[in-house]
């Protein structure tokens, strides 16, 4: 392939008020792999042209839906064209989008949850196997350099320092929705306990599926089997606001996971712990740069970020030198630059990246 | 009262090789208020001489079984006699003991859990009713300065800076028997793996009893429902080395339990976070000066022991300044000193001391 | 003013093998204020064209030298025409291309330290004066939004929770020195121990001046008197690889500054403390989204990014909601997007960014 | 040598309201080689009687001055006669004291600082020297178990993890003194900032010492030269209240030393960081059961009390498992239990024990 950076990349979703489309922009532009040149930003035309000036987006192509974007960036001489498709928007448009521009000959860098029910996401498999093109889901903690090595010394299985995976704890507490944010017009709490545009998932589709994810991605297992219960604390909301269960992993493993946003003071509480028959590892999203790995003869380990001895693929995560912290953001960048990576040498996505298959819905 | 400092103690256990024992020991001879004055400390006679002497038993009080012990110290003059019989012994003879030195007129202090089946305890608690004695369980966490801030924390309920309670997450994660040590001919793990020396419950009586105790105790509330499971996950291991639980409290709050002897590389992982409406709370017993407050307007606050900010009972479990930490000896004598200072005064036992009631058995 | 986004870069080094080039092109890039047009990126016009693909900067814009990239720009029309200068040699070359840059009139930002000696950065300020541009000095950690959160509360003076400052301790530790590694080739370890492009100072001149910008930008105060000593602790180097000194302020304060080069294991361990009449602040750029305050009635309370509670400079220096770790590349991209701010405003640069006088030199 | 446990001790000061009196007295009597049988504890008869009653000291064995009872315990016979006289008075009182008991053929512990004045210093090491008698001076750092680790990987030079020492950086940061508390009448407050009790050393006697004695005990150096500066930030305070130096050690390591009992909210925050040619420590006496090893090749490597990975020392230092922290007590109560053994067995005291040479005075 010759493709050329920057890539181009057009975003549905993302407004004034959005939150995660703003993050999927900084993070697609970080290392100058993508250039944002077309939006359908908001269902309200006067805010994506506010947006798109915002952001350096040409006032032509600051559209006034995903439709019309798909069809006139098809329109377009293919040296102008969008190549990729980002979809920033509440969980419950994600599969019409993402079909349409699959269909549309567009690669997709879609949100997670991948979409609300099971029959969306097989039919989003679908389009995607047909289309030939590539599709990522964001799943952005397992862009964080140290879960890529967690990952990396679970893999070792008994050669290395945690052998046969048999405990996995994972939580994700937050405290935001302690109170019944939604009735106060806070649009990021709106959506999010609405049941139709975020899904029946609450907690579960916010951030159960982050705690989900990341127990699979570090233990290269798919949990197979659970037992839980949700909840919702604050009266009068639709969705759970809290959830937990206790989970069977395909190689044997258990375990626990939790996820809450009635955890009052708790901001972004996603951590992991996993034990095998040889070691241990914990890794705490806050503090993202510290891996503690544990092991039966001597005391705790912590590795971080940017030095030689972390495995190639944790290595090639980090943009600065031990000691200068890595971000959210880097985490979420590393994601968008190794699919555009892909995208350029026309192979399938690496393993590690996550794509239609991370998106269990849980529903 | 006239009773005077120190106390004469008996112990039942705790002879060479003993964990528990010792620690008994040294948490009743802290503080000055007890002296240990005479042992059945092993069912070896040569043992129990050696143990006697190393700890300044008199000879002629180091007997060789604990009824001999009972009876002989029943008939010594008032003066003289041991005021209260200390139960260091595996799990299953607690029960017995206990009855029998209630019986005869003694105080007993009997380390966790309290028996092995319901029937002892129920038991036991008739044995106590009808004795007039004091009964203390020695759940020794209960004693720690900040596990007491946390209780004093909740009780205030919405007047305080936690409100009403939501959740109570509370684990207690250990590694060293995720190999199979009681093959090896290690006392500690070779009675506490075997059902008929520690009952049915393998981690669930050794440190389950525990984290279910502190989230009780803290919360203020019993666990009235649960749903969870038992697993060993060392071959050939005769009771479960790890155990996980969904659990319900009176007053409306739920949470996960969960325990584990095979989490390799952590020690003596017992931690525990509870949420109200209004905040939160977290304490991690390897770290035990420290307790965390959550809010939702403000940091996390990290309040630590021997401050005049305290409340008074963790005030006075406090013995030295703040930075000077207060260690794992240092709460398990708080018992024992307060034990001490109810048999003294003949009033019943403060309500924070851990008596009969605290003694569940889960099986 | 009407310039609009982005603006237009051109940057002075940053070739194959540069640590800080990488960086300001991240951090210029990263909100999309700036685009990466021109570069004299490496001395080597073959690993400067290799450096110019890499980027995406069109290999007419490559140039072989500064001085020919600053009569190239000039001369091309205002609406392509690279607005800032971004500096990002090693030190010995800052305030011949500063100076020249200024005097073409251009914008500049350029990395720490200023230049090696007084005389030199006179010489800058004055071509700054006469020019009548803006002028950044890059030290990125006054850009970390604890950082600012802590200068805004040693602000408030005897009303805030600081009160008047008595004591500043800063250190800045590193061991990647330890042992020779400029006799190995590594390219960042050879400048920076050769007198010639480095200056006098090494560890002082490299990470020691963060430490003594760190402390002047949060206590607000300048340094008035030091005394200190300097020394190579690895045979044969011509710099030094450790310094220590006990400061004083114009305000009354004292206190130490350290920093080194030769503390084995430690990575990037810029860290402070500050303590006044009434409170104390803590903060460590390893784990910088923690900042903690003293008192002297409660305990320890940690303030974290994207909190509301936070001063509002602190605030909109945050990218992601709290709990979403900022990095090292997102403090250091504040200042670019600040810098973008202040020229498109065409208002003159804001008090917290630092500009000429946050140059000392200490030589 | 045939002594038995336990021996008997008799204390000078300790009377209510002194802090440091209650603290030998539990750690002399934590694991029963100490007995507490006299006291002269007060200048007040009545306090003196008073805690006697409290500490269960016979009436008779209460005296009015340490004078008369050196003399009443001397005419004892020597079943009963006290065999170690523990100083906890003002420092003023130490040389007077210790000197009188040597004489008398008592063994001393001797609580730190050794005395004011070097001529006093020499006059307790020439009644030590004639008496034939063991001197303990109780720097109870020296008894914590990482401490003591930190020591061991020290000594083993080039052999071992560290190294050739070249850095140490040494601090102790405490809060409590920074208003005028002694004009408000609390007790401890009032001698140490009284020049003609506590000695021309405020901060430095106090706690400095403790600072200086942890640098020499780790490195197993002393330091030989320094350049420091002393200062009172509380109007009117006739010592000081804060301190700080750069210190040059005997082995060529060079480093500094900060003490200060005005940094508001600290508490009791004496910490270490030593590096050497191959790698680091750091220990942290408010969380004393963690020692952090640095290394050039992995990240850093946290030990921890209690595991069969220590030295021996460090292992024989520790009263329970890991994971059950280690407090301030027992690492006092190390040095009693050493020191009774050294007594009984007759032998001189270990090297690790700190004697008459750990006080040096700095004035």
Not at 143 to 171: D, F, N
Not at 205 to 210: F, L
Request: contains cysteine.
């Amino acid at each position: 392939m010759t493709t050329t950076y920057p890539l181009r990349l057009a975003m549905v979703g993302g407004g004034p008020g959005a939150f995660i489309g703003a993050v999927h922009r900084t993070a697609a532009l970080m290392d100058g792999a993508f250039t944002l040149v077309a939006g359908a930003l908001s269902s309200d035309p006067a805010k994506c042209q506010e947006r798109a000036a915002e952001w350096g987006i040409a006032p032509e192509r600051a559209y006034d839906s995903w439709r019309e974007m798909l069809a006139a960036e098809q329109a377009l001489p293919e040296e102008m064209r969008a190549q990729v498709i980002s979809i920033v928007t509440p969980n419950h448009l994600h599969h019409e989008v993402a079909i349409a521009a699959l269909h549309a000959g567009f690669h997709v860098a879609c949100d997670k949850p991948l979409t609300t029910t099971s029959a969306h996401a097989v039919a989003i498999a679908d389009a995607l196997e047909s289309s030939g093109k590539l599709f990522l889901l964001t799943h952005n903690y397992t862009g964080a350099p140290m879960v890529r090595e967690a990952r990396a010394l679970v893999a070792q299985g008994e050669e290395g320092p945690i052998g046969t995976l048999r405990k996995v704890y994972v939580e994700y507490l937050q405290g935001w929705l302690s109170e019944d944010l939604e009735t106060t017009g806070q649009k990021q709490a709106a959506w999010r306990t609405d049941p139709k545009r975020n899904g029946p998932g609450g907690s579960l589709g916010d951030i159960g599926t982050h705690a989900h994810n990341l127990a699979e991605f570090i233990s290269g297992q798919r949990i197979t089997r659970l037992l839980g219960s949700r909840r919702s604390f604050v009266e009068g909301r639709a969705v759970d606001d809290d959830a937990m269960a206790m989970i069977e992993f395909e190689g044997g493993a258990d375990g626990m996971l939790r996820c809450s946003q009635v955890c009052v003071g708790r901001e972004n509480g996603l951590a992991i712990q996993l034990f095998g028959t040889k070691g241990g590892l914990e890794w705490r999203q806050e503090h993202p740069n510290d891996l503690t790995i544990y092991s039966a003869t001597e005391g705790p380990l912590t590795r971080r970020t940017g030095n030689g001895y972390l495995s190639p693929l944790a290595q090639s995560s980090c943009r600065v030198p031990p000691g200068h912290p890595e971000g959210y953001l880097e985490s979420f960048a590393n994601l968008y630059r190794e699919f555009a990576d892909a995208i350029r040498s026309g192979d399938p996505l690496p393993t590690h990246l996550p794509s239609i298959e991370a998106g269990n819905t849980w529903t």
